[in-house]
């Protein structure tokens, strides 16, 4: 069984969080908070539904350059960010075998239990791969831990599932600083980018006729009830997700039904009828801004992949200061 290093932020951490974020005007709790053992199963299960094509699309794209990919990464240890789970990497593992390289991989996760679980079944799918997971937030590790995969050997970030929308602008430019400290020098970064589509497709993909993506989103609910004694009640909240064009994102929340009062992490917490409570969201950038973005975070595009439609992007970044 690959080892699990385990960086999870501690109860007091989540508590602070859990509270700046209900005290925001909107109220909106940090995206990792969604991705408990039940959260990540749901987002696998959102991840097979016919409105969310972005998996399907991410995956054919790199099962098809996984060869061109490879050779572009060069050698070294591929650490996956938000690796869930950690499907997407197989066909770059299998193109570095067939290179004649060893494969080296580390999945850097928040659920400890799904991690263990993703990285078993890859072990078992690449016994030659050497694999070890990180439990962690990733857009908070000041540093990568001691370890024998994180020695030694170039660090090749792997970013997909266009997980970045999640941050706003601002804080997208600092994780891809934070990428780059994480990397280290010469350090590369794979990025899977999901690009403007028409509102109608968009906000299916965020709101399934299966009502899946509402169930991801209320067992956030279920998880501040268990995890700081909340007493939060699903049936007075909707799920909601829709297009906003000036920020060019998908915003996801749960809207309360009504005027009501609640409990959580030891505090009292008020929302008028209509408020909402933002979970996510999901920004859509083209080619030309995403580089923008990239570059003003000290990456330059090396290499660009994109599947038939113009869906979604993989950018192959280079720190800009690098010869590679």
């Known amino acids: 069984m690959p080892e699990l290093l385990d960086l999870h932020p501690a109860p007091a951490d989540v508590r602070r969080l859990v509270i700046e974020g209900l005290s925001r005007n909107p109220k909106q709790l940090p995206a990792w908070f969604l991705y408990d053992a039940e959260g990540s199963r749901l987002f696998d299960l959102i991840c097979q539904q016919p409105e969310y094509s972005l998996t399907a699309t991410e995956t054919a794209l790199l099962e098809a350059q996984a060869p061109a990919i490879a050779a572009a990464l060069g050698p070294g240890t591929l650490l996956e960010f938000g690796a869930g789970s950690a499907r997407k990497v197989s066909p770059l593992l299998e193109a570095i075998e067939a290179a004649g390289r060893p494969p080296a991989y580390v999945a850097l996760d928040i659920s400890a239990a799904h991690l263990q679980q993703a990285c078993g079944r890859l072990q078992r799918r690449h016994p030659a791969a050497s694999i070890a997971g990180i439990c962690c937030d990733y857009s908070q590790l000041q540093a990568l831990p001691e370890h024998p995969l994180l020695s030694g050997s170039a660090h090749l970030g792997f970013f997909p599932g266009s997980s970045l929308g999640n941050f706003e602008p601002q804080a997208a430019r600092e994780l891809l600083r934070q990428f780059r400290r994480l990397l280290g020098p ?58 906003m064009p000036q920020a060019s994102h998908i915003e996801m929340a ?42 003003a975070a000290g990456w330059r595009g090396a290499q660009r992949w994109s599947d038939p439609a113009g869906d979604l992007s993989l950018h192959l970044l280079v720190q800009a200061d690098s010869e590679h």
Do not use: C
């Open 254 to 295: 749960l809207v309360s039904e009504r005027a009501q009062t609640m409990q959580a992490a030891g505090r009292r917490w008020s929302f008028q009828a209509g408020e909402p409570l933002i979970t996510e969201t999901s920004a859509k950038y083209d080619p030309e801004a995403f580089l923008a973005l990239a570059a």
């Open 186 to 243: 010469g350090g590369t970064l794979l990025i899977g980018i999901d690009q403007p589509k028409p509102v109608a497709r968009l906000e299916a993909a965020y709101n399934d006729a299966a009502g899946v993506s509402a169930a991801f989103a209320l067992n956030l609910l279920a998880r501040l009830n268990r995890e700081l004694a909340g007493d939060f009640d699903p049936a007075a909240f909707r799920y909601r997700a829709r297009w």
